[in-house]
T-cell receptor, first 117, second 112 residues
Framework: EAGVVQSPRYKIIEKKQPVAFWCNPI?????LYWYRQNLGQGPELLIR????????DSQLPKDRFSAERLKGVDSTLKIQPAELGDSAVYLC???????????????FGPGTRLLVL | AQSVTQLGSHVSVSEGALVLLRCNYS??????LFWYVQYPNQGLQLLLK??????LVKGINGFEAEFKKSETSFHLTKPSAHMSDAAEYFC??????????FGAGTRLTVKP
């Protein structure tokens, strides 16, 4: 079974430029997460999708960040314009909803390492 | 809301020595607890998880963790460290509604 796929793996841009990250979750996983991991810290949730619906985007800086998951499969996270403080690793994860109160195991992709100069 | 505190941002052990990585959590509901490992330039990989039932949980690569409700702890242990265990380890807590919070991580160094 293929894991979570992310691209690109690395991205270097100048501040004020736009950037986009792509994620393809594990087949059959209907929940998709985007996390940001700053250096020396744990991942922090940006947005969570259940199928194509964003069910938790409370931590997404909506002035410059946007995300979409149009067909409920792969997803794109965009930053426009990028700022120096956006330098981080952006992780995508997916899980399969099992219903009820149960924390599904999240499977993580390798991440996209963003450097904003 | 739940939260996690990992005691010690860096832990160094000798090869063959006991590994102990500490994690304390805070949760207003019965927690689900996880340990993930992250190797350089890779995503997070699940080591083990506690949901319900037996409080001693065994995971991959010889790791185990024990859920202690009275101490609000979920420490990760391995009897004998191997060089390949060197990585960053993250403890996480969830309320069971897909709201997972991660600790800041502990970097494990294994000395030959």
């Amino acid at each position: 079974e293929a894991g979570v796929v992310q691209s690109p793996r690395y991205k270097i841009i100048e501040k004020k430029q736009p950037v986009a990250f792509w994620c393809n979750p594990i087949s059959g996983h209907n929940t998709l997460y985007w996390y940001r991991q700053n250096l020396g810290q744990g991942p922090e949730l940006l947005i969570r999708y259940e199928n194509e619906e964003a069910v938790d985007d409370s931590q997404l800086p909506k002035d410059r960040f946007s995300a979409e998951r149009l067909k409920g499969v792969d997803s794109t996270l965009k930053i426009q314009p990028a700022e120096l403080g956006d330098s981080a690793v952006y992780l995508c994860a997916s899980s399969k909803r099992q219903g009820g109160r149960f924390q599904e195991t999240q499977y993580f992709g390798p991440g996209t390492r963003l450097l904003v100069l | 809301a739940q939260s996690v505190t990992q005691l010690g941002s860096h832990v160094s052990v000798s090869e063959g020595a006991l590994v102990l990585l500490r994690c304390n959590y805070s949760s207003s509901v019965p927690p689900y607890l996880f340990w993930y490992v992250q190797y350089p330039n890779q995503g997070l990989q699940l080591l083990l998880k506690y949901t319900t039932g037996a409080t001693l949980v065994k995971g991959i690569n010889g790791f185990e963790a024990e859920f202690k409700k009275s101490e609000t702890s979920f420490h990760l242990t391995k009897p004998s460290a191997h060089m390949s265990d060197a990585a960053e380890y993250f403890c996480a807590v969830s309320d069971g509604n897909n709201d997972m919070r991660f600790g800041a991580g502990t970097r494990l160094t294994v000395k030959p």
